[in-house]
């Protein structure tokens, strides 16, 4: 019985095995986007536009993208999908670990806002590639400095996650098209099982999504059959040359940590450096491992956890680290730094969704960016109307995470579930039951950025939720709404006043010539009379580019159509940002919130008018197209919104919270406290980022204990 049970134990043992990574996907291939034919197309070409997007911008250049999809002649539902664009390229020693390693890549340890983030997306491609069709995935890749482009077959051996490399040589790589010698750049031209179709969820539709959040992108894609001929072709030029700003790689932040990282961090610091048995001290640790910590800091979070600044990391016991992580969670800190964000910006966003959709409207909002569990994110909103949009359909979603599209799982992501929060009813587009989402004639972008994105499974289809992000959509969807229920009640204005105003002076003036001419009067001055019928005040406005200045010039008119004096102050926005600036401006005024200004007018008598005109710099010819107009003042004035308080108040709350932030990151760490040298300029350069290295440069010097 007893030598039974130990030889089956032993046949136990001996049957099991370790999987490697490469060989799960392979078997659970959906979770990374493939499991259906038509999504399996969209999945590749998502894969390749992301690195194609993530690697031009790290490395400053324009990007251009080429998208082909060609029909496999005899074999059915068998694609070609080929991407190619102007990247940097990518090195030789490193071709067969980009598309043949899961999980390797430069950005899954980094903190900051990228694309791609995993390590799957583009292996998954080879790897989709080769278990449908049994057919390497072709690469080509050219860096600038080398005379010649290296080409080579990448397969991958799902057994021990690595690439297998066939036909490597070098060649002279020419545009087919234009024949031009390229100069850098990656094509990659894989076989695969999918099917090609038109419609909402397609790469027509994810490829145009995608021109709408990379403005400064040039897209092309066309569609080939069995035999080659054209069958599909659009492009999408960039409607901008300015590049997304640079992303800053931060350190993380205390009140995002879990309980298994901090022992992770812990135990890693811990490491001796080369020949030497020192290790690092707590405080050392702490102030070097997580951002947001002064040295003041370190020390109050070290005494409050009942802790020695002088004890090693990997020394502290389990219910210590539990009672580090939980002083963390009670000790205020501040944030951890932006820069490592890129959002779109609004004015771009209205660009974007202008080359994309014909509409008369657009309104769009950057937040400012906020914290959640210690990640930084940012949300963005645009909200376009009217034009060629069905008006008894739900609006249109446009989601975004991270300048990358998201196609699928609409209702289970939070970005929907924001939206269909807010009663829509109250801005102008009709809501049901104030369920769902609203019908009108109506598309929302929503763009996440951030540099932690929770999605809800690998394939990154949808948000998970959360409810800092939640509200931060919530309150931007508020924002857009405004903006769309002035814009439809000054077009309902407008459009009464002016066929009031035609009506009168085509009949009034008939009127008064029949009637002096029967009664054969002299003609009675028509202006007063047609004052006290419209008995209204009225206001335009516009935004002209002069390219005299190469500035945007704004103008104000204001008209007293009543028997009575009027007075007001009229408010304009205008774009207030960095490098933009308010030129010429006659009339003076005042500042009353970021990106609004107020003029206070003369009192204004019966039947006269008065102009505000303005001139901003630092713009380009169509980023800025239109002002919002308000007022303060007795009387309605149509044309312009009364200033309700609740929007002054919101103006004035987003900028303190983004002036909060910039002192926040202004943190007494460049204070030098006595007996430390640690808070000066010149030693925060030469101080390792790396927890592994901080022996060595502790040991070398640097700490002052």
């Keep these: 019985m007893l030598w039974s049970a130990m030889k089956m134990a032993r046949s136990s043992r001996s049957s099991m095995q370790q999987a490697s990574i490469s060989e799960f996907f392979e078997k659970n291939k959906h979770f990374l986007g493939f499991d259906t034919l038509p999504r399996s197309i969209i999945t590749a070409v998502k894969e390749s536009v992301d690195n194609s ?35 940097p390229g990518i090195p030789q020693k490193s071709i067969d670990k980009v598309f043949g390693s899961l999980l390797f890549g430069s950005r899954f340890h980094t903190i ?35 005379a010649t482009a290296i080409s080579v077959d990448i397969g991958l051996d799902t057994k021990k996650n690595k690439a297998i490399k066939t036909n490597q040589k070098r060649i002279h790589w020419t545009d087919e098209e234009t024949m031009q010698v390229i100069e850098h750049g990656v094509r990659v031209e894989a076989r695969m099982k999918a099917k090609y179709q038109r419609g909402k969820q397609s790469v027509h539709q994810y490829l145009k999504m995608t021109s709408i959040v990379n403005p400064h992108a040039t897209i092309s894609f066309k569609v080939c059959d069995e035999d080659g001929k054209l069958i599909e072709e659009e492009c999408w030029p960039r409607v901008t040359d300015q590049l997304p700003r640079p992303v800053k790689e931060i350190k993380p932040h205390p009140h995002g940590l879990e309980i298994g990282t901090l022992q992770r961090l812990l135990r890693d610091a811990n490491i001796p450096s ?10 050392f640790f702490l102030r070097h491992t997580f951002s947001g910590l ?52 609004d004015l771009l966003i209205k660009k974007g969704l202008s080359k994309a959709i014909d509409s008369r409207f657009v309104s769009t909002v950057t937040r400012e960016p906020r914290v959640s569990t210690g990640n930084p994110f940012q949300i963005e909103v645009g909200l376009i109307f009217g034009g060629d949009l069905a008006g008894d359909q739900p609006v249109q979603v446009l989601r975004f995470a991270n300048r990358v599209p998201l196609m699928y799982q609409q209702g289970g992501c939070i970005l929907t579930k924001a939206l269909e929060s807010v009663k829509w009813k109250t801005y102008g587009l009709d809501h049901p039951g104030g369920r769902g989402l609203p019908k009108g004639p109506a598309a929302i972008l929503i763009h996440l950025a951030s540099t932690n994105v929770q999605f809800t499974s690998e394939a990154k289809e949808a948000v998970a939720d959360n409810s800092e992000v939640f509200e931060e959509i919530r309150l931007a969807m508020l924002e857009v709404g405004r903006g769309l229920r002035n814009h439809l009640k000054k077009s309902a204005q407008k459009k009464k006043a002016q066929e009031k105003f035609e009506l009168v002076n085509v009949i009034l003036p008939e009127i008064h010539d029949k009637t002096i001419a029967i009664l054969k009067e002299d003609p009675v001055p028509l202006e007063p009379v047609i004052t ?110 009364k200033l309700d308080e609740t929007i002054l ?23 030098v406290e006595d007996g430390d040298t640690e808070g000066t300029e010149e030693e925060v350069e030469e101080k390792p980022s790396n ?15």
Aim: aromatic letters at 6%; glycine letters at 8%; a negative charge.
């Design 691 to 705: 927890p592994n290295d901080i022996m060595s440069w502790a040991n070398n010097g640097g700490e002052e204990e």
């Design 532 to 641: 006290q019928i419209m008995n209204a005040v009225f206001c335009e406005d516009s935004v002209e580019w002069d390219s005299d200045l190469k500035a945007n010039k704004a103008t104000i008119q204001v008209f007293n159509y009543t028997a009575r004096s009027r007075a007001y102050t009229v408010l304009s926005t205008w774009p207030e940002r960095e490098g933009v600036e308010m030129i010429q401006n006659d009339r003076g005024g005042k500042r009353e919130a970021k990106g609004l200004w107020a003029w206070k007018l003369d009192t204004l008598e019966p039947g006269e008018n008065t102009t505000v005109e303005f001139v901003v710099k630092g713009l380009s010819k169509g980023d800025w197209n239109d002002a919002e107009i308000f007022y303060r003042g007795a009387g309605e004035m149509i044309g312009a919104t």
């Design 294 to 345: 002064s040295n003041s800091k370190c020390e109050s979070i070290i005494e409050k956890a009942g802790l020695s600044s002088k004890r090693m990391p990997n020394s502290l016991k389990p219910d210590e680290v539990n009672t580090l992580l939980a002083t963390f969670g009670s000790v205020k800190m501040p944030g951890p730094a932006t820069d490592c964000l890129s959002p779109i910006e």
């Design 274 to 283: 080369e020949g030497e048995g020192v290790r690092t001290p707590l405080r």
């Design 112 to 146: 900051r806002q990228t694309r791609g983030q995993q390590g799957i997306g583009i292996t998954g491609v080879v790897m989709y590639s080769q278990l449908t069709t049994g057919k390497p995935t072709k690469v080509i890749s050219k860096i600038a400095k080398e």
């Design 53 to 87: 997007l993530d690697a031009a911008e790290e490395h400053r250049i324009l990007p251009e993208i080429k998208i082909e999809i060609k029909k496999i002649k005899g074999k059915k539902d068998e694609l070609l999908m080929i991407s190619q664009d102007n990247g």
């Design 649 to 671: 108040a919101e103006m004035l709350r987003e900028e303190e919270v983004g002036i909060s932030r910039k002192e926040e990151e202004i943190t007494d760490d460049d204070v």
